[in-house]
């Protein structure tokens, strides 16, 4: 199911202060708060994104803190509160580790998200990677892919229209369980993340999306390649959301390091240089800035919906 236009290219943001990975977050979202994750996803309403974007990791191991820190924001919570904040912007959940709950449970939850925000939700799930947390919640990690498949089957009919949803599995198996409110839109969009050959099958055959994982653009094509391959393969008619997750951004000259993998300089450069992933197939670009402060992170979001987004389509 397409949500995004056709033939252009839609833009969101993963959130700031809500996940804190040491790969990603800027060292002014250590002393950051409620009100300034509020601010950003205000602007990115207000200026033109698709979506706002909210992760989830429920426990990480000391072993991994070092790295990617405890600071995890729920992602149902926290978009539940953006949803009452914000008034056409979509949530997405990029990604849900679904396995790690009872898809009956996972329904009650977005749907309820979904019926509350008027129909906003993207609902983008995956495997996940922290063995710790599937030992915690007694679910086998080295089952993760199959288990996220039949997930997702499930996931689909619990969420559908039906008031009393039907589904049965090879874990997975329920009928005559009602479930009110039902979502306010038809169909979820679901949107399935992950490079890995397995997440690349899985996307095709089973999502309405693909959210890679960071893949650099030279790995971009074949990707979109062996994904419409295998729907093709399978005979799904309806066309895949491809997104990516571009380089980090600054519209202007900085004055200040930020770092060389980073694209700045004048909104027409920066344009032209994202238009090359439209010419791969991508429909939706997450975009992510480089920024000291919120006040600079906002700054540049709106530099970017003014500036570079109406050069996005030329």
Known sequence: MRILPEGRLSYGI??????????????????????????????????????????????????????????????????????????????????????????LLAAKQYATLDHLSGGRLILGVGAGHVPEEFAATGVDFARRGPLLDETVDALRAALGPEEYPEFA???????????????AQPQIPLWIGGSSPAALRRAALRGDGWLPQG?????????????????????IAEPLEIGAIAEPLYIGEPSWPTGRRTLTGKAGVIAESLREYAAMGVGQIQVRFRSRCR???????AAFAADVAPCLND
């Open 169 to 183: 599995g090879e874990r997975f198996s329920f009928s005559g369980l009602g479930q009110r409110p039902r979502p």
């Open 215 to 235: 893949d650099p653009r030279s790995r971009m094509p074949a990707s979109i390649a062996r994904l419409r391959a295998l729907r093709e393969a399978a005979g």
């Open 14 to 103: 993963q959130l700031p202060v809500q996940s804190q990975s040491r790969l990603y977050a800027e060292p002014w979202e250590a002393a950051a708060g409620v009100g300034d994750l509020a601010e950003v996803a205000k602007v990115a309403d207000r200026t033109g994104f698709a979506y706002v974007a909210v992760c989830e990791h429920i426990a990480v191991p000391r072993r991994l803190a070092g790295a990617m820190s405890t600071v995890w924001y729920d992602p149902v919570a926290t978009l539940s509160y953006l949803a009452g904040i914000t008034r056409r912007v979509r949530l997405l959940s990029h990604v849900a580790v679904v396995g790690l709950r009872h898809p």
């Open 295 to 301: 006040a600079e992170l906002t700054d540049q979001m």
